[in-house]
């Protein structure tokens, strides 16, 4: 098993530490997995993260000039590792101005990611920084934990509004309740609602667009019959939202949610060369 | 602002042209405690700055205005003027010394002029008035050279202890963690440095000692404030390690107690527990203007104090603004084989101001190296009648222009 890594491009860098900080707010552990051609940032639905899961995907040329993987064994040429990210995301913090950059899975005397980096100075040789991030190993037998989640059977899926505001707005009702309703239909329209004994608020959004999805057989969703006008519900942990948005350092190329009355929302974030999704569950 | 100063001229012409050397305009900028001029060049490869302590000046009378515009109220006033207008009043210097009797800079901004008065042999009086941009203060564009501060940025805040190493070849920085247990749990960050990024270094014997960054991160903020360049002085383990800034007007030192090798070897072979702090008697201490001795230790005090240090005053210090003492702590002396403190220092208690710490001075096989700032600052104490004379600085007094560098310390 081996893995090395290496970014010299400071935009690389820059995008690489956003999208790991992003990762950081969402998951205070997650796992790691590599392949050839992609890096995972992988979050599955267990109790402990109050049933939230996420699945965020980078391809690797996008951020490495140099990319080396060998997997636990040839016919599974991957590594899952379980890490805390926002360890990584402290070690590229200070590298903003670096010449290099390389991590390596190492093993010295427990695994590691060695982040090394190598900054400018005014002598002859740079200065490296080097920090070891404490990984685990998964092993294959568990990998069957971390399969990318389905696309759920939604009833309605809408484009969500400008990130900012939609931030903004469920900070402020972040102080007024625990829970906020997402209700969305066909139209375009989404309402975020939040209700307490004093006080009830609803934020209204339309001509917000829905995307339209085609079935793997290739026919329109079976949302095609559904009433446009009907809205689809889910009552979540508004922390766990603010969360997900609060972590967005950069305003997606396109971003929208899957509801699934009730049970879930799902939200899809994609950028240039990442592309998040993150699972929450309804509250009971 | 208005700034009105008489100055000593063949000096001041002599500055600006060689600030002429590296661009065609210059920022003007005067403050509280004098006027620098700082310029660059077009391809931000060549950066000169000059500052003329208020001292420098026969009279120098800086007013603050508050700018309206401005989101808070800027005490200084950069203004950006063009050289080549500047230049023709001093261009001649040799003529100058003879000719000039005086010359006042007086500066308006309301309408934006800049009028340089030369008031000259025969009672003649040349008068410029020169037109300036108002602008955003020119900002040191270049990183500076090693500052400590930003060799400790790589370590997190919550890091408690770090580990000097240094050989003849290599320096180095590395997160110290005590508890074996913790290890395979924790971050690890190691920072390594060529001597030669140093403005003095001198190592004889490889050696490693271990002390508190908690404790430092005061003194590296307040480093990176006043631009001062930081000095370690360190031994061995066990023995205590100096940080120490000095300058013109102000001088401070910190002394950390460092792990002895005696207690990290045992620390690691045992299970985990709090082992003592083998310390030396350490004081920090600020530039007090006051010297008393050392009082002892205040009722209530866990520790006995067995010894502090006396400490020989410093001679022909310059007058100059005393910073006020830092805020005094005195270690003390473990009682041998004592009770295990509640952490693992010694608890520090506020004293009085006590007179300078030099004991360190004269420890064998002493180490001890600068770190750069903007070009080799002497060690050397300036004594206060030469520095009216001096062209530059090494103080680079970011602070006043809002620039507040974001590093966390």
């Not at chain 2, 460092?258 to 082992?275: C, D, I, Y």
Request: aromatic share 8%; charged share 25%; proline share 5%.
């Amino acid at each position: 098993m081996r893995f090395r890594a290496k970014i010299v491009d400071l935009a690389c860098l820059n995008h690489f530490s956003r999208v790991i900080n992003t990762i950081a707010k969402l998951a205070k552990t997650c796992t790691l997995r590599l392949t050839v051609g992609k890096l995972y940032f992988i979050l599955s639905d267990k109790i402990a993260n109050g049933g939230v899961s996420m699945w965020c995907e980078l391809c690797q040329g996008n951020f490495f000039n140099e990319f080396q993987m060998e997997g636990v064994a040839a016919e599974h040429n991957e590594i899952y590792l379980e890490l805390v990210p926002e360890n990584l995301s402290r070690a590229l913090k200070t590298a903003q101005s670096a010449k290099a950059v390389k991590i390596k899975l190492t093993n010295k005397h427990y695994p590691c990611l060695r982040v090394a980096v190598e900054l400018p100075s005014l002598s002859s040789s740079s200065r490296i920084v080097t920090h070891d991030i404490p990984v685990g190993v998964i092993p294959r037998r568990l990998w069957n934990d971390f399969r990318e989640p389905s696309v759920p059977d939604f009833d309605v899926s809408i484009y969500l509004p400008v990130l900012k505001t939609m931030k903004s707005v469920v900070e402020r009702m972040k102080n007024l309740s625990n829970s906020i309703v997402i209700e969305a239909n066909l139209s375009g329209e989404m309402n975020l609602k939040i209700e307490t004994d004093l006080v009830s608020v609803t934020t209204h959004f339309k001509d917000l667009g829905n995307p339209s999805w085609t079935s793997e057989d290739g026919c329109q969703s079976s949302t095609q019959s559904r009433d446009p006008e009907s809205m689809a519900e889910a009552r979540i942990d508004i922390k766990k939202l603010q969360q997900l948005l609060a972590g967005q350092q950069v305003n997606p190329t396109k971003a929208l949610c899957n509801i699934v009355s009730k049970r879930i929302v799902h939200f899809i974030l994609l950028h240039e060369d990442v592309s998040l999704q993150y699972f929450i569950p309804a509250l009971v | 602002g208005v700034l009105h100063c008489f100055l000593f001229l063949p000096v001041f012409g002599r500055a600006i042209h060689a600030i002429a050397r590296i661009s065609d305009e210059f920022w003007f900028d005067p403050v509280e405690k004098g006027l620098a001029l700082r310029s660059v060049n077009s391809s931000r490869s060549a950066y000169g700055y000059i500052f003329f302590s208020a001292m420098f000046f026969q009279h120098y009378c800086w007013t603050a205005v508050s700018q309206p515009r401005r989101k808070e109220k800027q005490l200084s006033l950069p203004c950006r003027l063009i050289i080549k207008s500047v230049l023709p009043v001093f261009r001649y210097v040799n003529v100058l010394e003879r000719n000039v009797e005086k010359c006042s800079i007086y500066t308006n901004i309301n309408d934006h002029h800049i009028t340089f008065q030369l008031l000259c042999k025969h009672g003649v009086v040349k008068t410029y008035n020169l037109t300036f941009q108002e602008c955003d203060p020119l900002q040191a564009v270049f990183a500076k050279h090693v500052l400590l501060a930003d060799v400790m940025i790589h370590f997190p805040t919550s890091q408690e202890e770090v580990t000097l190493s240094v050989t003849p070849m290599k320096v180095c920085f590395k997160s110290y963690t005590e508890e074996e247990a913790d290890l395979p749990k924790t971050m690890l960050t190691e920072i390594q440095l060529n001597p030669d990024e140093f403005d003095y270094f001198q190592v004889g014997v490889d050696s490693e000692v271990t002390f508190c960054l908690k404790e430092l991160r005061g003194l590296l903020a307040f480093s990176e404030a006043t631009g001062v360049p930081v000095s370690i002085h360190f031994a061995v383990s066990g023995k205590p390690i100096a940080f120490s800034i000095d300058d013109m007007v102000l001088e401070a030192s910190f002394v950390l107690a460092t792990l002895s090798e005696v207690e990290k070897e045992t620390a690691s072979q045992q299970p985990p527990r709090s082992p003592q702090r083998q310390e030396s008697a350490a004081a920090a201490s600020g530039k007090a203007p006051h010297r008393e001795s050392a009082k002892p230790a205040s009722p209530g005090a866990k520790q006995e104090v067995t010894n502090v240090p006396r400490v020989a005053e410093r001679e022909g210090r310059g007058a100059g603004g005393a910073a006020p003492a830092e805020e005094e702590e005195e270690v003390a002396r473990a009682v041998p084989g004592g009770e295990a403190a509640e952490s693992r220092y010694q608890k520090v208690r506020r004293h009085p101001p006590c007179s300078r710490w030099r004991a360190l001075a004269g420890t064998e096989r002493m180490l001890r190296f600068h770190s750069l700032f903007f070009g080799a600052v002497s060690c050397k104490e300036k004594d206060a009648v030469s520095h009216t004379r001096s062209l530059a600085t090494a103080s680079d007094t970011e602070e006043d222009f809002g620039t507040a560098p974001s590093s966390q310390v």
